[in-house]
């Protein structure tokens, strides 16, 4: 982020929005990782039921290290989930279970939001790097240089905004079809639901945050380019 006499407008919103984002999705999971589901059945096993139901009898569902460390590997077709997740017969843990297999039933599905996201996540690994940089070359340089670098960084931000805007829809239709694919299997029971759907959505929050602050972040650097295209 490039600070200024600006920066507070943009930068607070997405701080505050985030911070409230990790509090809920820390108070939210905590709370379910509490509440077993009434079949007993755990995070491997509802993945492992979720997958195979759909004909995804050979992808394997690995233990990692780490705390919701889980996510499905599109480059692998292998979900990975967290010990706590794996091995938890918790409303949380197989709420979080079936989200990771809720993308890879995107996968399968040629989920058109999820394609995009995979073809931009080399240009935005790249672009997340790069675009400081060069804003802060251009800052260095000044004059003319200014003026183009911050132009040039505002393109490169613009990838990564876009990335965190596609984002969501991926998040929200894996937590759909999780639910709906937990309910219909009778993995869990409508009453159960709830609970599924909070932890979710409490999880969901984190990339509404992010792509919040992209967005403000991407307007702040527009802002200085074209203050800088006045001087």
Do not use: C
């Amino acid at each position: 982020m490039i600070i200024d006499q600006y920066w507070w407008l943009f930068a607070i919103p997405g701080l505050i929005l985030g911070f409230y984002a990790q509090i809920k999705l820390k108070s939210t999971y905590g709370r379910y990782s509490r509440v077993a589901t009434q079949s007993g059945i755990t995070g491997a096993e509802a993945a492992r039921e979720i997958l195979d139901r759909a004909g995804l009898t050979a992808m394997p569902v690995n233990e990692v290290a780490g705390h919701l460390t889980d996510h499905y590997d599109p480059t692998k077709k292998a979900l990975f989930l967290s010990s706590e997740v794996y091995h938890g017969n918790s409303l949380a843990s197989v709420g979080v279970a079936a989200h990771e297999a809720g993308h890879a039933l995107q996968h399968q599905a040629a989920y058109a939001p999820m394609k995009l996201r995979m073809a931009l996540v080399p240009i935005t690994g790249i672009a997340s790097q790069a675009w400081l940089w060069i804003t802060v070359l251009g800052m260095i340089l000044g004059g003319p240089f200014l003026v183009k670098f911050i132009g040039i960084a505002v393109g490169i931000f613009a990838v990564i905004t876009l990335f965190q805007i596609v984002t969501l829809p991926v998040e929200f239709d894996a937590s759909r079809r999780a639910r709906e694919h937990l309910l219909k299997m009778g993995l869990i029971s409508g009453q159960e639901s709830a609970g599924v759907r909070r932890v979710l959505s409490a999880a969901a929050m984190t990339y509404v945050a992010a792509m919040v602050s992209s967005v403000l972040q991407l307007l702040h650097l527009i802002m200085i380019a074209r203050g800088s295209d006045r001087d």
